[in-house]
């Protein structure tokens, strides 16, 4: 019986046959089985040696089968873990990564910058209403200065806001308290023509501080930290008389720019001054008490003079050759 299964068992090699093997031999009606009635018909004095016989057989017959199928087990975990093994020294995908986009930069650094000194970001809607952008800013209906900003007009009332400083009217309306100290950037839009350093669609970023005793001292000094902390220690800053309706004294800021060595330009990044009375008033604010100053930077200028870019338009046209070199800026 024995060499007869290892005969058998030498020609199976899956689980199933193995198991119909075992049944065949030791089951119910095995081979083996059949022959253990047989003890009754043999003299007592051979009983004991019968018996010995059967029961070694079975424990023979039962360990071939268990090596057998262990066998087989074993093969197959080996076959599995072959099939399914993974080569780690496989290069991975080459995934694209993005990077944030040049006026992003700069917007993420100003805000950094002004937070630091204890300024709070503050937004507006993009359509505004022509009360916050023209007469909450000392630009009644029909004051020449609106001419200097064409605009988008959507309804008779509103308009794509024309620059960030209707912030500042909105701010003051809930400010609930002084001192303010804020800056506010974000998307302002003119019908401008297109060129090199004029776009329809622009960013600025609104600066406005209103307490009592603000002086134009620390207007200055805080434009000339502001360009020193853009550009370099070595920056200096030059005002020049001009006009905006909601500021009395304005000026407009030039930033130093050494062209070749001892050659200097300058050049314009954005305008600033005194908030006017009238805005102060309007925004509830008693001028014969409180003062302030505010700042308008075109974040676009910031930039061109930053990473030293020819065109306002490369912003605009989602070249990656172009946004793809501001990786690992920040
Ligand atoms: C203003 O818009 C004022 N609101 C700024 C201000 C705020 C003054 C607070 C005083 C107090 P201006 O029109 O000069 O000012 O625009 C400010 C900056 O926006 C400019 O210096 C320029 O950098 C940028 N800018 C203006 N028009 C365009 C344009 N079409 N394309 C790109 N940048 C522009």
Redesign the pocket.
Known sequence: LIIDLKNELNEHHEMESVEALRVKYLGKQGLLTQMMPLIKTLPNEEKPSFGKWINDAKVALEGLISDSKNKIMLEVLNQKLSNESIDVTLPGLNLKKGSLHPLSLVVEDLEDYFIGLGYKVAEGPELEHDHYNFEMMNLAKGHPARE?HDSFYVTENTLLRT?T?PIQARYMEQAGGLPIAIIAPGKTY?R?PDDR????Q?M?C?GLVIDKNISFAQLKSTLLNLARHLFGEEREIRLRPSY?P??EP?VEVDVSWTVTEGETKWI??????MVHPNVLKMGGYDPLVYQGF???I?I??IAILKYKIDD?RQFYTNDLRFLGQFKGER
């Open positions: 200097m620059h400083s003119r401008d350093t004029h776009s329809h622009f600025q609104e905006f909601f500021t304005s314009e990044v954005l305008g600033a001054g505010a700042f308008g075109g676009e200028r306002i």
